[in-house]
Each structure stands twice: as C-alpha cells, then as structure tokens.
C-alpha cells in the first residue's frame, strides 16, 4: 500500500498491510462531488445492492476533492505497457471477514436517485468477484461497507504475461475498520500496587489490536507508554505518596509505525 501522509512526505511510501489498518469513521458526510463517510442509500433501484433505501452505508469515497474521508484505489503504474496480455490484471477478492450481517461492495458513480453505478467487487455476489483493471495507471472507487466493524479483504492479482505464462500475486489481506477503531481504553490498577513508591497502570484495549497505549497526568504530560500485547498495555511507574489522576489513550499501530515495539 502506498500513502500520502505528510510524516512521509511522498505519495510513493509503501505500508506493509499486514500493519496498515484503513480507518473510515462513522460520520455523515457534508462535502461535495463525491463525498464519503455515513451516507443513506438512495431510492435507486441501481443501488439495490447496497441495500434498501434509508439504509445507512459506508463509503470509502472516489475522490479526495472537499471531503476528510480516506480514499483508495488501485496502482498498476508499475507494469509497463506489453508486459501483460491485453495489458490488464485481475483483482481478485478471494475472501472476506465482515461483521454480522456486513457486506462490501466496491463501485463507481455518484451515490443518488438518477445514477447507474458500475460494481467492481462484491463480498457476496460471485459475479462480482473478481474486477480487471489496465496496466500503466491507477483507478479510484467507491469502497461501501454495510455495517459498522471490522472487515478483512483478502486479495491477489492475477494476469498472462506476454508470452502467456499465466502469474498471480499472493493473497494479501487489507484490514478496514468502519466506526471506532477500538473502545476507549479501560484503566485497572495492578493488584500490587501497594507497594510502596511504585504502581503499575493497566489499559485494555477492546478489540484487541496492536499498538501502544500512552499514559498522561493530570496536566496532560507524559508518563510514559507501552505496548499492547494481547490486549493489554502495562506501565510499571514510580509515583509519591497521595492520589494521582491518569489518563490513558490509545494510539492504533497504523496511525505511528514509528513507536518502539
């Protein structure tokens, strides 16, 4: 995967996606052209696959222009031209873990009454399995989840090289989460902690999912932080006598790759 974050400072910095979590909060869109986030599904029979009109969507969208919401697509710039048959690959979504009831769909076109969308990838209709794309370039769609949570795309790439040997990639999975990336960590005190001058600070973190938890006073400066294992984030302390107010918060793997392990 690669980003434009400004930590980067290029558009061409890869993300392992083993490590990468792409995170679209659960808030209704308010911008323009081709805006994303919370959105209703419009009373277009077109879209029926998104489900009924009213229902709440998730979207991913296909542009960047006036909207806070994360967009993704996909890059093939680095396949010449003749490489390939027909100088295409095909992505194929070879499988998928979703929330309960929770589908993706994966389209282009304007999300309204008039539109005729065109479906690329569907996590529940076969025919839709598999969506080709051409070299040299790269392609930016609408990316729809139907539920809040957790989804899992795993996916491979597949062509013919020119002298029609076929190739595919191997499956790599892309981890989407729709709403909160995880619950508001839960502070527990070690059960040792009345030793004298030294206290250990517990976080949960629910789900659990990698990353760091980091631990403020009541001033707001650092105490420090440690890493999530399991779930849980431990931070042995020194602290005088009396009563002390910490807060904690977490911090997901994908958005500072750069904390110590």
Do not use: M
């Not at 004298?196 to 707001?220: K, N, Q, S, W």
């Amino acid at each position: 995967s690669k980003t434009s974050l400004p930590k980067y400072g290029s558009n061409r910095e890869r993300l392992d996606p083993a490590g990468t979590v792409f995170w679209l909060p659960d808030k209704e869109s308010t911008g323009l052209g081709q805006p994303g986030g919370r959105k209703a599904v419009p009373g277009n029979a077109n879209y029926a696959f998104l489900g009924d009109p009213g229902d709440s969507v998730w979207i991913a969208p296909a542009s960047s222009d006036l909207t806070p919401f994360l967009y993704a697509g996909v890059e093939t710039e680095s396949i010449a031209n003749g490489q390939l048959q027909g100088n295409r690959i095909d992505l194929q979504l070879v499988g998928v873990e979703a929330p309960e009831g929770g589908r993706f769909e994966a389209y282009t076109g304007a999300l309204t009454a008039t539109a005729t969308p065109w479906r690329l990838l569907s996590s529940t209709d076969p025919e839709y399995s598999s969506a080709p794309f051409g070299v040299g370039t790269h392609d930016h769609f609408s990316w729809a989840f139907t539920k809040l949570g957790t989804y899992v795309l795993r996916v491979k790439a597949t062509a013919t090289l020119a002298d029609g040997t076929p190739v595919e990639s191997d499956v790599k999975s892309y981890t989407w989460v729709i709403g909160d990336l995880a619950s508001a960590p839960g502070l527990s005190v070690a059960e040792d902690a009345g030793t004298e001058g030294r206290i250990a600070l517990t976080a949960t973190v629910t789900p659990a999912a990698p990353g760091h938890v980091e631990f403020r006073d009541a001033e707001g400066a650092l105490s420090g932080f440690a890493a999530v294992r399991d779930g849980v984030a431990t931070l042995p302390l020194p602290l005088a006598a009396g009563t002390h107010h910490v807060s904690a918060r977490y911090l997901p793997a994908a958005l500072d790759p750069q904390l110590p392990a």
